[in-house]
């Protein structure tokens, strides 16, 4: 059995982790907090979609020039924002019906408000600033060429599957089979920890998957089902969510790596 020393330096060390990951999670947090305090604030005639892309453009200026977030980071979350806003512009469709955006905004493009694009960015933050503040190593990781050929696939079958069947029950094997021998390595206080990638992947997606039930109790937006009452997300939602994580993941680390191998760039 563990001495008590033993299990005061683990609950410590757990503490510190919390604190390391709610760093990382600043730009997520923060936005999640806008949509909560958005609901309160008294905006006048400024819609709240407007208020909540605003800010969250705010927030962006502040944490880089606080230098919070490198200007790299901020690349990174800005091409999250048009990946997620395009796949926004097509789930939203009325011929697709996937979810929508009841309120009114002029910061609209078609049928998604431009802050939705930054629900996405804030999964790209998180693993950038994770990345970072985790110093993550990874050992037995796979060709990066294989990488981005499974992130092209999950992409397009978030567009595809509406027209034909859903390959996810294809995709989601396919991510543990590439990533079986993966390992992340990182440091909280001084000791070296690691897991197994894929089980980060499904702790990621569970969390993302509670940050969405937060969203849309909140208003941030609607799946057909909560329209006229707020319910739970589907479960089902996790999958999708897993399968973002590996798409925001594999684009981090590609950069990252791209990064490293051009040094001057």
Request: hydrophobic content about 55%; glycine content about 4%.
């Amino acid at each position: 059995m563990p001495s008590l020393a033993t299990l005061r330096a683990w609950a410590w060390e757990f503490f510190v982790f919390g604190i390391k990951q709610a760093r990382a999670c600043i730009f997520a947090g923060s936005f999640f907090f806008l949509l909560f305090i958005s609901k309160h604030l008294p905006l006048g005639d400024l819609p709240r979609y407007d208020f909540l892309f605003v800010a969250a453009v705010l927030l962006q200026v502040v944490l880089y020039l606080t230098k919070v977030e490198t200007w790299d980071e901020v690349k990174t979350i800005f091409l999250f924002h048009i990946l997620g806003f395009a796949l926004e512009s097509f789930k939203t469709h009325p011929s697709v019906g996937s979810w929508s955006y009841p309120e009114p905004g002029f910061f609209t493009i078609g049928t998604v408000p431009l802050f939705a694009g930054f629900m996405y960015a804030a999964v790209g933050s998180y693993l950038a600033q994770s990345w970072r503040v985790m110093k993550n190593e990874f050992e037995e990781f796979p060709p990066y060429s294989w990488t981005l050929v499974l992130c092209v696939a999950i992409y397009a079958n978030f567009f595809a599957n509406h027209f034909v069947p859903d390959l996810r029950l294809v995709l989601i094997p396919a991510v543990f089979l590439l990533f079986a021998r993966t390992t992340v390595y990182f440091t909280v206080i001084q000791e070296r920890r690691s897991m197994p990638l894929p089980l980060a992947f499904c702790l990621i997606a569970f969390f993302i998957w509670v940050a969405e039930n937060i969203s849309t109790f909140y208003g941030a937006w609607q799946y057909p089902d909560q329209v006229h009452v707020w319910n739970v997300v589907s479960t089902g939602k996790i999958t999708s969510w897993f399968l973002l994580v590996i798409i925001s993941f594999i684009i981090v680390a590609y950069l990252k790596h791209y990064k490293s191998s051009h040094p001057q760039q």
